[in-house]
Every structure is written in C-alpha cells, then in structure tokens.
T-cell receptor
C-alpha cells in the first residue's frame, strides 16, 4: 500500500464548477501538507501549505486537512480553463532530522470552457 | 529575478554515456533536492543536500551521482549504470527550517 493515495483522473468539469481534489494517507505522523499544481512539461508550483488539521483559504483555493480520517482536500471555486493541470498532494512528518516529502501520483484536472 | 533554473530543457543520452543535468538557485536556500518523475508515479527522491560539500542518497540513488561544491548549484549526473534513465528530472530547493520546497522547470531525459 502506498503511503499517499491520489486518484489519477482525469477529472473533467465545466468552467465555473467547484472542484474537489483529494488525497488519503496512511502515516499518522504526517503533519505538514502541501498542494502543488503542475502544468504539462513544467515543474510543480506550490499552491497551498497547511500545518496539522483545519482549513486554509487563498482566493479561489481552499485546503482542508482531516487528520482523524487521514484525508486532505483541495477545493477550487469558479474553476477556469487555466486551472487545467495536474494537482499533486505532498506531505511530511514532524519527526526530527531530515524528513522527505512524500507525494501523491497527481490528479489531472480538465476544465472545459 | 529569483528562482531555480535547470538546463538543458531536453537531453538525449546514448547507450553507455554519462550525462549531467544542471540545477542553479539564487534563492539563498540551504537545501537542494533531485527528484525523478515517471508517468503514473509520484515524485521519487534521488539525492538531497542540506549543506555545501555534503549530500545524502534518497530512495532511488543507484545509477546517479551528485556534487554540492557551491550553495547555489547541485548538478546531477546520470551514469551508464542507470538502465532506465528516461524520465522527467526535477530539482528543488528549500530553507532548512521550512517544510515547503520550490521546484525548477525540469529536464526531460531521453535515451537514443
């Protein structure tokens, strides 16, 4: 079983829809959670960063962490064709010393005009 | 203009050849990382370095080598021992006490 599970998609939605992207994880030690957006043939771009549980909002994006369920989500409101990309979740534990980022495989999102 | 640069954008390797991928950052980050991305798989850590002249193996270091002679630079060499080198290679960097990493634009390596 992978440490981080993410549906690869593609997830196809019409412009203006609310999009929900999700990751589940198995390591209860994860404390830091990130979402990256990756356009085709480009490097990942950091979108959201949250620590522990709760919600964080930034413009049209909301990141949600539910540690009791080991489940994180990224919501995109009023989705635009420019949001079409692959979204990667990443997480990291809090232990001392070097802790690597563990990535999901990414969900491909297609927003049609 | 701060950021992470990787070159070349595309690289072709012949059988038995070593090739070197460049990564430079001007963000004053302490730590630098190399990842490999394959279709359907998450990013996998090849090597990382937290300080100049020191680096550690990641999960898939076999067939790769690195150096960290300057804080700004972390080149990756794909040796002939790496039997399946075709992939998208991503360099990242971060401050030591921050959890987030920032990525370069990537280098796509293809085998001729």
């Amino acid at each position: 079983q992978k440490e981080v599970e993410q549906d690869p998609g593609p997830l196809s939605v019409p412009e203006g829809a609310i999009v929900s992207l999700n990751c589940t994880y198995s390591n209860s030690a994860f404390q830091y959670f990130m979402w990256y957006r990756q356009y085709s043939r480009k490097g990942p771009e950091l979108l959201m960063y949250t620590y522990s549980s709760g919600n964080k909002e930034d413009g049209r994006f909301t990141a949600q962490v539910d540690k009791s369920s080991k489940y994180i989500s990224l919501f995109i409101r009023d989705s635009q064709p420019s949001d079409s990309a692959t979204y990667l979740c990443a997480m990291k534990s809090r232990n001392t010393g070097f802790q690597k980022l563990v990535f999901g495989t990414g969900t491909r999102l297609l927003v049609s005009p | 203009d701060g950021g992470i640069t990787q070159s070349p954008k595309y690289l072709f390797r012949k059988e038995g050849q070593n090739v070197t991928l460049s990564c430079e950052q001007n963000l004053n980050h302490d730590a630098m990382y190399w990842y490999r991305q394959d279709p359907g798989q998450g990013l996998r850590l090849i090597y990382y370095s937290q300080i100049v002249n020191d680096f550690q193996k990641g999960d898939i270091a076999e067939g790769y080598s690195v150096s960290r002679e300057k804080k700004e630079s972390f080149p990756l060499t794909v040796t002939s021992a790496q039997k399946n080198p075709t992939a998208f290679y991503l360099c990242a960097s971060s401050f030591l006490r921050e959890e987030t990493q920032y990525f370069g634009p990537g280098t796509r390596l293809l085998v001729l």
